[in-house]
């Protein structure tokens, strides 16, 4: 049994135990007296942990002391003699644990599936190897080109590219959520690959958290954006059958800093035309 499998299992169990004692405490004679603000920080603490993203990039010790502080602070705050009148220490000593424990269960996932998820992006990127950076970890070469464009009164281009995948709705109906993930994260590799193909070596390429490309090309104005973006969208379509929404920005003439290039390239995301032409999509673009 793998670890993810094994992460799974423990925490079905322990939601499952809970459950039961829950459904128990509702009796005449529960087995033992929790308060009922611990069954509704269990409910929160443990589906917050698996997927809140944040939860699996730091130490265990963290989400398992925040959750625990806050099982503290609510034993400080209400009052346990309405829901549970014959609490005691040991009682208490309880709940604590089976707090801290279902925190460090459900950080176990959270830490199999982002292990699992890094797993498929790297399948992905063997397959369809390409450039991309995490636009979060560039930020330093975007602040260098835009500076350089700047100070030298050089042109920049910005291009910004989204997968439209709504054609692939009745197939998400038709499979698991977990090959539509795989799915996902193969056609946006081989997009990704198709894009660096179609670059220079002085553009740069980042994708950002909502899965849009996004194409950095020095010394380029904005018809010539025009034309590569065309170019590119073709090719995306011809090799990978998915529809891109895309949109341009020039420096200075749209924007002074990249966050507002990004912004009017967004504003706008065009969606081509069955049958459009390389030249119909450069006049668009301009109306």
Not at 138 to 167: F, G, M, N
Not at 245 to 264: H, K, M, Q, R, T
């Amino acid at each position: 049994m793998s670890s993810l499998k094994q992460s799974v299992f423990w925490v079905s169990f322990y939601l499952a135990v809970i459950f039961i004692l829950a459904q128990f405490d509702y009796s005449d004679s529960p087995i033992i007296d929790f308060a009922k603000y611990f069954y509704f920080l269990v409910i929160i603490a443990v589906p917050g942990t698996i997927f809140f993203p944040f939860t699996s990039r730091v130490n265990v010790l963290i989400p398992v002391t925040v959750w625990g502080g806050i099982y503290l602070v609510l034993l400080q705050l209400l009052d346990r003699t309405a829901s549970s009148p014959n609490s005691s220490f040991p009682i208490i000593l309880l709940e604590f644990i089976l707090v801290v424990v279902g925190v460090w269960l459900a950080y176990q996932l959270a830490y199999g599936i982002s292990h699992a998820e890094s797993v498929m992006d790297a399948m992905a990127l063997s397959a369809f190897p390409h450039r991309t950076q995490n636009i979060q970890e560039a930020s330093s070469q975007i602040k260098l080109e835009i500076t350089r464009s700047r100070r030298y009164h050089r042109p920049l281009s910005l291009l910004v590219l989204q997968a439209d995948l709504s054609d692939h709705v009745s197939f998400e109906r038709l499979i698991s959520s977990v090959q539509q993930d795989l799915w996902n994260r193969f056609s946006f590799a081989r997009i990704g690959q198709v894009v660096d193909e179609h670059m220079r070596q002085t553009d740069m390429v980042f994708r950002d958290r909502s899965n849009r490309f996004m194409l950095l090309c020095p010394e380029t104005d904005y018809q010539n954006s025009l034309i590569l973006a065309a170019r590119v969208v073709e090719a995306i379509k011809n090799r990978t059958g998915v529809q891109i929404l895309w949109g341009a920005a020039s420096f200075p003439d749209d924007a002074l800093n990249f966050e507002d290039l990004v912004d009017v390239a967004v504003s706008k995301l065009i969606l081509p035309k069955a049958g459009e032409t390389r030249g119909n999509l450069e006049t668009r673009s301009n109306v």
